[in-house]
């Protein structure tokens, strides 16, 4: 019963850990966040559920090539969005103002901003969170895996011995 109280409370965690970080990413253009801080949340939720997702879906080698493929396609989005106006400037933001899903205007005077009005930031904030999660989980499995087959390769040597 423990056990179970102990993983339920993991995975609130953690699901709260994920929501923050897509907040930090993709509201970073009106508050303190970005790809950065926003990807480095989901890993930490990653970080607290490695313990407890047992063989599941989170067994080493899915987890290291998804994370693999996370981490090359958030880098070429994140180059690709560096291009979008190769007539101008790089990092140029070539949807503000343009209408659209991520181009509307910002209105005058004081306000908190309209979520949509980024144009590129909450995109390009979007493929480094992407790059932060592929590249620090990859970390974090690689540490969790290597104490993991340590422990395996003593519990065989004790089986042996």
């Not at 109280?5 to 929501?19: D, K, P, T, W």
């Not at 992407?130 to 040597?157: P, W």
Request: hydrophobic share 50%; proline share 2%.
């Amino acid at each position: 019963m423990r056990k179970e109280r102990q993983v339920l409370a993991i995975g609130v965690l953690a699901s709260a850990l994920i929501f923050l970080g897509l907040y930090q990413t993709f509201w970073g253009h009106l508050c303190p966040g970005d790809g950065l801080t926003g990807g480095g949340s989901v890993v930490f939720a990653l970080i607290l559920a490695l313990p407890f997702s047992g063989s599941s879906f989170f067994d080493r080698e899915n987890r290291w090539k998804l994370l693999a493929v996370a981490e090359t396609a958030g880098a070429l989005a994140f180059l690709a969005l560096a291009h979008v106006d190769l007539g101008s400037t790089l990092f140029y933001n070539a949807l503000a103002g343009q209408g659209g899903l991520f181009g509307q205007s910002l209105p005058e005077g004081g306000n908190v901003g309209p979520f949509f009005s980024s144009g590129t930031i909450a995109l390009i904030n979007g493929a480094l969170a992407l790059l932060v999660i592929g590249a620090f989980g990859r970390l974090v499995t690689a540490f969790f895996g290597a104490s993991s087959s340590e422990k395996h390769r003593r519990e065989e040597e004790g089986e042996n011995a």
